[in-house]
């Protein structure tokens, strides 16, 4: 994950968005999953939280370890999304907002992407929004814990 923060801490700097992870634990957690995909995991949604989050806010990186998953989450504190988009977000091709989408840049399927992958690993994504000044969008996703 930390890779994936640098990497995109610069398009997040020229919207100053600071990207936050806290990485402290007892010990380290280990996850069952393909690197590759889960990268493209995060920086899908490192990439989506930078393009429609607040500039000057913030976007935050959170795991919580559960019994046998763990719980990874991706928030913003931008304006958050209207209840009647959600159910459709992780459709191909779908948009929010056209007109800013074109102009933000990407194709419509980042998260179609993000879905695809966290199925594929048999584990499931979700989303919270609403819509508001700094209300926040969080995307969250299980992963296997490695035994």
Same mark, same amino acid.
């Given at each position: 994950?930390?890779?994936?923060?640098?990497?995109?801490?610069?398009?997040?700097?020229?919207?100053?968005?600071?990207?936050?992870?806290?990485?402290?634990?007892?010990?380290?957690?280990?996850? !069952?999953? =393909?690197?590759?995909?889960? &990268?493209?995991?995060?920086?899908?949604? *490192?990439?989506? $939280? %930078?393009?429609?989050?607040?500039?000057?806010?913030?976007?935050?990186?959170?795991?919580?370890?559960?019994?046998?998953?763990?719980?990874?989450?991706?928030?913003?504190?931008?304006?958050?999304?209207?209840?009647?988009?959600?159910?459709?977000?992780?459709?191909?091709?779908? !948009?929010? =907002?056209?007109?800013?989408? &074109?102009?933000?840049?990407?194709?419509? *399927?980042?998260? $179609? %992407?993000?879905?695809?992958?966290?199925?594929?690993?048999?584990?499931?994504?979700?989303?919270?929004?609403?819509?508001?000044?700094?209300?926040?969008?969080?995307?969250?996703?299980?992963?296997?814990?490695?035994?």
């Amino acid at each position: 994950v930390r890779d994936v923060i640098e990497m995109e801490e610069m398009k997040a700097e020229k919207r100053d968005i600071s990207i936050k992870f806290n990485e402290r634990y007892d010990r380290p957690i280990y996850v !069952r999953a =393909d690197g590759d995909q889960i &990268r493209q995991v995060y920086i899908n949604l *490192l990439d989506n $939280s %930078i393009k429609y989050g607040s500039k000057g806010g913030s976007i935050r990186l959170r795991f919580y370890d559960m019994d046998e998953n763990v719980l990874c989450e991706v928030a913003d504190d931008g304006p958050g999304i209207e209840a009647k988009h959600l159910p459709r977000l992780f459709e191909r091709f779908y !948009r929010v =907002d056209k007109a800013r989408d &074109r102009h933000a840049g990407g194709t419509g *399927l980042g998260l $179609s %992407i993000v879905k695809h992958i966290i199925e594929a690993h048999d584990q499931t994504i979700n989303v919270r929004s609403r819509q508001g000044e700094n209300s926040g969008t969080t995307f969250s996703f299980t992963l296997k814990k490695a035994k």
